[in-house]
Each structure stands twice: as C-alpha cells, then as structure tokens.
C-alpha cells in the first residue's frame, strides 16, 4: 500500500468516475472519488494526495476554481484536468492557473496512465533535490527548513517557505506583488497585501544572518532578492 500512488479524482459523472477509479485501482492506484469540487478540496486536505485529476466543469466549484484554491496552498502537487472542451482559451487557462498537464475526453485509461506516473516522477524528483544554497544558507524547500552554515536549523512556516521559494527562483530580479499574492494568498487586496509584508519582515529577520542577503522593496513593482 506505501508504494501505491495516491490519487485523487473529481468527477461529477458518476458512471465515468466509477470506470476511472477502478480501472485505476486494478493496476495499482489507491483512488479517493470526489462528485464535486468542495468536496475533492476538503479531501485534498485530510487525503494528502500524490495527485490531482480534476474534471473541469463541475458542481459546486469547477475544476479551474479547485484548482486555484489548492495553488494557493500548494505549489507542487501534480495537476491534471479532465474536460470536454478543447478550445485553446481553456487549454491556456488551465495552464495558467497552475494545471500541469491536460486530457480531452474520450481518454483511454493507458494514457492517462502514463501522464500520472510522468508527473508524480517528476515531482518526486525535484522534491528529493530542491535544497537550494543561498549565500550562507542551505534551504530545504520540502522540508520547509533554512540551516545557517553548520547550525541547527529553523522551521519555516508553509507561506514562508513558499514566499522564501518564489524569492529565490526570482534572485536579483523583482518578484511582482500582486502575482505573488494572488498565487499565495488567493486574492492581491490591501489586507493580504499588508500580511505579505509581515512575512518579507519575518523573512528578512532569519536571514540576516547573511549581510550579503538583502530583500529590496522596490516600491509600486515587488521585492527583489539579492545575494
């Protein structure tokens, strides 16, 4: 059971879910069907899938506005989503939003397959080599952790260590404000606005350790981060 992959799947035709989940579940997947998106977001959260399969038109919360909700939170789960349409605006969409990869309908079932073990793969890798060096600081992003030289090392809370990613993916250019609230936060207005600058304050109070580091507000733009 450890080595299956869990994935999860939100599917508001009942009879297709059905056929995917056990299709799935006889070669090997653990899978956890959702009929609709508030639903598959709560399941999500108690579930700790390996990935998300996502049908795009559903109930309660389509699959673009689950999807968003979970990349607000999340930046490394696998995506995929499910839909009938193949206009090029939804394909654009999808991705925008944080998708990872998309299956028209009719599917067959070996396809998607071999997207899932594709993506989990890669995630698994990046998350097994994402220690990132920053001046004197090793960061490990799954772990959440920012170790100064041989000293024990400080626990970042999770928006912390997304913002410190982001920062750092972006390293001497600026990360624009209302791009990265909207990616962490959900929404870019003056209150989260105001949250963001606590957590760059925060940010800068456990690196400085290392002079050389500095997160620049580059007022009106975003912050850039300099080494």
Request: glycine share 4%; proline share 2%; with cysteine.
């Amino acid at each position: 059971m450890a080595n299956k992959i869990k994935l999860l799947l939100a599917e508001d035709e009942a009879a297709l879910g059905q056929i995917i989940k056990e299709s799935l579940e006889t070669r090997d997947f653990e899978v956890t069907l959702c009929e609709n998106g508030d639903i598959a977001f709560k399941k999500y959260q108690t579930e700790a899938p390996d990935i998300l399969v996502l049908d795009v038109m559903m109930p309660k919360k389509d699959g673009f506005t689950l999807a968003k909700d979970i990349r607000a939170v999340d930046d490394t789960i696998p995506i995929i989503f499910l839909t009938a349409k193949s206009q090029t605006a939804d394909v654009v969409e999808g991705f925008s939003i944080g998708g990872n990869d998309y299956l028209k309908k009719p599917f067959s079932i070996e396809e998607l397959i071999v997207r899932v073990h594709n993506l989990v793969d890669r995630t698994k890798t990046q998350k097994s080599s994402e220690i990132i060096t920053l001046g004197q600081f090793a960061f490990d992003f799954p772990k959440q952790q920012l170790s100064f030289m041989d000293e024990e090392s400080v626990q970042l809370t999770h928006r912390e260590a997304h913002l410190l990613f982001h920062l750092i993916k972006n390293k001497n250019q600026v990360l624009d404000r209302s791009l990265i609230l909207n990616k962490l936060w959900g929404t870019d207005d003056f209150f989260t606005a105001r949250s963001m600058d606590v957590f760059i304050s925060k940010l800068r109070k456990k690196l400085q350790k290392d002079k050389n580091i500095q997160i620049i507000n580059v007022r009106g733009f975003g912050y850039k981060l300099t080494v």
